[in-house]
């Protein structure tokens, strides 16, 4: 993973979007405010601190982890009680990338937490969306994608619709190697995280063309969608029929996908895997 990672950095350093590549001085500042603000909400984790969280959290914001999908009352219960128990996020790598008044981070970290009584240790890409308001930066979404290695604006329904349409046409695009749609679907920027690793839009066309990873089949079995000014973020509870290496693998997932509205047309810049526990 941390190979992985670091060519993903080195990509985004090369483009000159990455953290620490200065094109002017808002931008870098921005990208270095959201990066702050991460740290320190890693800290109010840790410290149960909910009042400050509770400010950082959007309202409609929701929290993405291996056992379940929650929004942001739930979150805050968690962590007060202390169900879940932050305890420390050491942050390996982070990366950000503007869009506009939003702002998608991703951290690469080793989380360990106190679960059930007994402290658990797991290594995890986190994808974090932010979006500017008249109060500040506020989280809109939190996903935790585990890895194998090392101001609001009402929904409209019709647009609900039309970006569920478009995810469901998206699985099928990606199941029939249709790397010409989704090279127009997928913004230059946008960002694809799996267990096996990050990378950007060239690599993932890429694979699906190639079929170094063919998404056979991807049954959804719930989707809902959260519409915010111009930014979109879907989440699909799939089960995933792929042909990775040779072989048909079936695994249960939580998608993320966040979609921005430009010109009209919905670009997917961030789509992230979350694998779900099975239950017995």
Not at 76 to 105: C, N, P, R
Not at 133 to 159: C, I, M, Y
Not at 232 to 242: E, F, G
């Amino acid at each position: 993973m941390k190979i992985a990672f670091t060519v993903f950095l080195s990509l985004l350093m090369a483009s000159h979007v990455s953290y620490g590549q200065q094109i002017n001085s808002d931008s870098a500042n921005e990208s270095q405010e959201i990066i702050d603000l991460s740290k320190q909400k890693w800290q109010w984790m840790a410290d149960k601190n909910v009042e400050e969280l509770a400010v950082l959290f959007d309202d409609k914001s929701k929290f993405v982890h291996m056992s379940g999908t929650w929004n942001k009352a739930r979150e805050l219960e968690i962590i007060e009680s202390g169900s879940i128990w932050y305890k420390q996020a050491d942050v390996h790598d982070v990366v950000v990338q503007m869009f506009d008044h939003t702002a998608i981070l991703w951290n690469r970290i080793t989380l360990t937490a106190h679960v059930r009584g007994r402290d658990v240790s797991n290594e995890f890409t986190v994808t974090e969306v932010y979006q500017q308001g008249a109060t500040g930066w506020k989280l809109l979404d939190l996903t935790f994608s585990s890895v194998r290695d090392t101001h609001e604006v009402a929904p409209n329904p019709s647009q609900e619709d039309d970006v569920i349409q478009l995810s469901k046409d998206k699985w099928q695009w990606m199941s029939d190697k249709n790397a010409d749609l989704l090279a127009e679907l997928f913004h230059e920027q946008a960002k694809f995280v799996h267990m096996g690793g990050t990378w950007g839009k060239e690599r993932e066309v890429s694979i699906i063309k190639s079929g170094g990873i063919h998404y056979k089949k991807a049954d959804i079995h719930d989707v809902s969608v959260e519409i915010i000014d111009d930014m979109a973020t879907v989440y699909s509870n799939i089960t995933l029929l792929a042909v990775v290496g040779g072989n048909e693998v079936t695994n249960p997932f939580m998608v993320t996908e966040v979609y921005k509205q430009i010109s009209n047309q919905w670009k997917l810049t961030n789509m992230s895997f979350t694998k779900l526990m099975v239950r017995e």
